[in-house]
């Protein structure tokens, strides 16, 4: 009898473990499990509140109480003991929803077995991580935290509220919100690019993918009927079958109690997932990243599955060679539930810029752009009963922003969830409760004339050519014409003949040879085209594939190695850069001390030698960290420097005077071997102050050391790229006349002891103090993307105009050809684009561009794949 009444008791809880229903979505956790904090907040008179529910309010006022939105109008007033915020000069967004991130975790991935279900992201989650409160700049409210991507299938996700400086991690889980698990596709899980070491893991191919999937909800069903079998009958069998989370977790996915949101790139492994997915009874909820989920848009919202994207990431791995930015629209159009994603807490920072680009591609109205962001991730995670639109009822998660959401210009004020303000830019160190340091601040150096504006200007004292030209003249007539070095010009006329700028005024001062070719362009802007001086554009095609790059040399010291040879002019990512206004770069290889001689290229021609305008325009140096500790005083102590230190005294050496001494196969210095004249021959035109040398260093103690080291090589012409920290050195910089290539405009701050703000302010701070700043991208798929580096910068201190200078005519002259590109001036090149306005602007369209004088097509295999695929059926 005591053996009976135990199998009862076995079986009961067995049944109890074994969920039964097979419609009720799991909650990660249940409403009220756990007190969080929910505040009262009143946003007094809002200049807009955009809802993201088809309403956009002016001049009203917000009412938060316990957590929760309960009235919206003009004519409310605050309560007593409600904290107030004053909402004059502040739009009021939903707070962002990041479908796919992996902030706050302790760990990502648990790589050694395929199927991993069981497994719990709840389990590594860190509420303390720095990630959320960095998220919480950015605008982002919530976020799904997933599992790595090494697995078929992974581990069960969470989905969080950013509460930052929770004591129990359970507090910032989003109460409610359904349960989800993480699914793979792809290289990530076939693991192609990781397991190098001769370790291999089933599955190593698509199909082995396909088949472990089968396999695994297989053996779900056959553990499922086993237990249909059991409960059906207890008293039938001596005990109940043996329980397995790992099957229990894949039954829960078929019967619809945990949702399933896929990685995915190519478009037949997407097919390939729906259709198992339908075999076994359950469906894709979501497939996230989605690259080329534009293929069979179709087919996924036949399916019921929504596509989470990213916004223009491409060709960083082979796979991802087929993504165009155009997929979000396409996806749209189609009728797929369309978000866009993160993937990082970097982009999470930049979050609400991703809202301009379903709208520059593919022409996404504001408001589905602004719901890619808000509503529609809330409707793909079944939290849409709570937050991504701004209405009654709804909790109390917003953004207020600066400005308008769809102005490059606008930065993220205050973020506050559940009512309670937990970012503020301007009292940053209160809220965060811990020590912020005080950025260094300067007088504003005197600016340059307003670019954007539309005074027209006397006269320039080169209007007219030097020399008649020789070849057929075009006129670009009609437009507001930007010469970036003075003010704008209405109503402009712009000549070039034999591939250069022959004259620049208004209507009124410049006459229109009778012959030459006349191209209206009222309403529209003429720029100079833009240029990126720190890149490896045409020596990559894609990231991932070592035999499509030639960026990478063995070596630590290469001055002899030159980027042109390394130049393929056909690469797919030049026709993308240039579609955006990017009409010139510096490319250069990435490796090494000393990395080589940087090549200044057109993005125009069809061999290396056509696209040359300076074939060694500077040397690139990684500049070494000196031993020691990143706070310790800087020192030209450790190898690398000593070798780097050695090497230049050489070169001076060898400059005044090439020795019998100079032995070809002699070192160097230390652990510098077999390096021959040519090296030393390569250095004369760096150390002599013939050609610039870019040094890369980031934090503030290399650029103090390259200080040192420059006292000691006066005649170097010095330029800091990167620059990360050079705020904190920017006297010194503007002292000795060092310029900076500003990579930190889309960066995070490097230390928590400065406000997060502090990279996208460094630009500003070391304008004011007196330092040229230029920007670059360090890119090659989304060069492009340059002019959104000093827009950041702009929203955050640095004038417009200078902004906008330093993707142009700075940039020029800190490569030492300010006379021969950069801006609309008689004499240069004619390297000019045609937009619908602020190049800086994301939303603004480039219509034409003229490289040399000779207009270029802005076709790339992006507008390529949107022509066929937009309305494909």
């Not at 929803?97 to 991993?116: F, G, K, L, Y």
């Not at 960095?134 to 991507?149: E, Y």
């Not at 210095?669 to 390096?675: A, M, Q, S, T, W």
Request: charged share 25%.
């Amino acid at each position: 009898m005591r053996r009976m009444r135990l199998m009862l008791a076995l079986a009961a809880l067995a049944v109890l473990a074994f969920p039964v229903s097979a419609q009720q979505v799991r909650p990660q956790i249940e409403e009220g499990a756990v007190a969080v904090p929910k505040g009262d907040l009143f946003i007094h008179n809002l200049d807009a509140v955009w809802t993201a529910n088809d309403t956009v309010y002016r001049g009203v006022s917000i009412l938060i109480r316990d957590g929760v939105i309960r009235r919206i109008g003009s004519d409310l007033e605050a309560p007593r003991n409600v904290t107030v915020i004053e909402g004059a000069g502040f739009t009021a967004i939903p707070g962002l929803i990041d479908e796919h991130s992996h902030t706050a975790m302790r760990a990502v991935n648990e790589c050694t077995a395929p199927i991993v279900p069981e497994i719990r992201v709840l389990d590594a989650l860190d509420q303390e991580d720095f990630s959320i409160y960095r998220s919480l700049a950015g605008g982002v409210t919530v976020s799904q935290i997933f599992h790595g991507s090494c697995n078929p299938i992974g581990a069960q996700s969470v989905i969080i509220k950013n509460r930052w400086g929770m004591e129990d991690v359970r507090q910032i889980l989003f109460q409610g919100a359904p349960q989800t698990v993480k699914f793979a596709l792809g290289e990530n899980v076939t693991r192609k690019n990781w397991d190098t070491d001769g370790r291999r893991r089933y599955p190593l191919s698509r199909e082995g993918v396909e088949a472990a999937y089968v396999s695994a909800f297989t053996a779900a069903e056959e553990y499922r009927a086993a237990w249909q079998q059991y409960r059906s009958n207890p008293r039938a069998q001596r005990v109940p079958p043996r329980r397995d989370l790992r099957l229990e977790t894949l039954v829960d996915i078929m019967e619809g109690r945990i949702r399933v949101h896929a990685h995915s790139y190519r478009s037949d492994e997407i097919m390939m997932l729906m259709r198992v997915a339908e075999r076994f009874g359950f469906k894709i909820a979501a497939f996230t990243h989605v690259l080329e989920g534009y293929k069979v848009a179709d087919e996924m919202a036949a399916h019921g599955a929504g596509g989470s994207t990213f916004s223009d990431w491409w060709m960083y791995k082979l796979e991802a060679y087929d993504a165009t930015p155009y997929n979000a629209a396409i996806m749209h159009r189609h009728g797929v539930k369309t978000t866009l994603n993160s993937d990082s807490e970097l982009l999470q920072a930049f979050f609400v810029y991703e809202l301009n680009k379903p709208v520059k591609y593919g022409g996404v109205s504001r408001e589905d752009a602004l719901r890619m962001l808000t509503r529609y991730p809330a409707e793909l995670l079944l939290i849409d009963d709570k937050v991504g639109t701004i209405e009654q009822g709804k909790q109390g998660d917003i953004a207020l922003l600066s400005g308008d959401p769809f102005d490059v210009y606008t930065r993220v004020e205050k973020t506050i969830v559940d009512g309670i303000l937990y970012y503020d830019r301007e009292r940053e160190g209160e809220l965060r409760g811990e020590p912020v340091r005080t950025l260094p601040r300067f007088e504003p150096a005197p600016e340059v004339a307003e670019a954007a504006g539309g005074a027209t200007l006397a006269r320039p004292a080169s209007f007219t050519p030097v020399e008649a030209p020789q070849g057929p003249v075009t006129a670009l007539v009609g437009a507001t014409v930007h010469p970036v070095s003075r003010a704008a010009i209405a109503d402009g006329v712009v000549l070039v003949a034999d591939g250069r700028i022959t004259a620049v005024g208004s209507a009124a001062d410049v006459q229109v040879p009778s012959d030459a070719t006349v191209i209206n362009l009222a309403g529209k802007h003429v720029y100079p085209g833009m240029i990126d001086p720190h890149t490896q554009l045409g020596m990559v095609e894609i990231g991932q594939v070592p035999e499509s790059r030639d960026d990478r040399e063995v070596g630590r010291y290469n001055p002899h190695i030159r980027a042109l040879t390394g130049v393929h002019p056909h690469s797919e990512a030049i026709p993308v850069a240039r579609a955006n206004g990017i009409t010139a770069v510096l490319t250069a290889p990435a490796t090494g001390v000393i990395r080589g001689t940087a090549s200044l290229i057109q993005l125009k021609g069809d061999t290396p030698e056509r696209m040359a305008i300076r074939d060694r325009a500077a040397l690139m140096v990684d500049f070494p960290m000196p031993t020691g500790e990143p706070w310790e005083e800087p020192s030209l102590e450790g190898d690398r420097i000593e070798e780097l230190v050695e090497l230049f005294h050489r070169a001076t050496l060898f400059a005044q005077g090439a020795s019998t001494n100079d032995d070809p196969t002699a070192p160097f210095g230390p652990n510098v071997v077999n390096r021959d004249r040519l090296m030393l021959e390569a250095l004369v035109p760096a150390v002599t102050g013939q050609m610039p040398v870019l040094f890369e260093a980031g934090r503030e103690r290399a650029i103090r050391s390259l200080l040192l080291f420059l006292d000691e090589f006066p005649e170097v012409d010095a330029v800091v790229v990167g620059g990360d920290q050079a705020f904190r050195v920017a006297g010194e910089l503007a002292e000795r006349g060092i310029p900076v290539i500003v990579g930190s405009g889309v960066a995070l701050t490097m230390d928590r002891e400065d406000p997060v703000t502090a990279a996208w302010e460094n630009a500003g701070i070391l304008h004011a103090a007196g330092v040229k700043v230029a920007f670059g991208t360090d890119e090659v798929s989304n060069v492009r993307n340059l002019p959104y580096h000093a827009a950041r910068s702009a929203a955050y201190g640095l004038p417009r105009d200078v902004a906008l200078r330093g993707v142009t005519l700075t940039t020029a002259e800190v490569l030492g050809l300010g006379d021969q590109l950069g801006s609309i001036d008689v004499g240069k090149r004619a390297d000019l684009i045609i937009t619908t306005g602020d190049p800086l602007q994301i939303v603004t369209q480039v219509e034409r561009a003229f490289i040399a004088g000779e207009e270029v097509s802005l076709e790339s295999r992006h507008t390529r794949l949107w022509e066929a695929f937009r309305d494909r059926h």
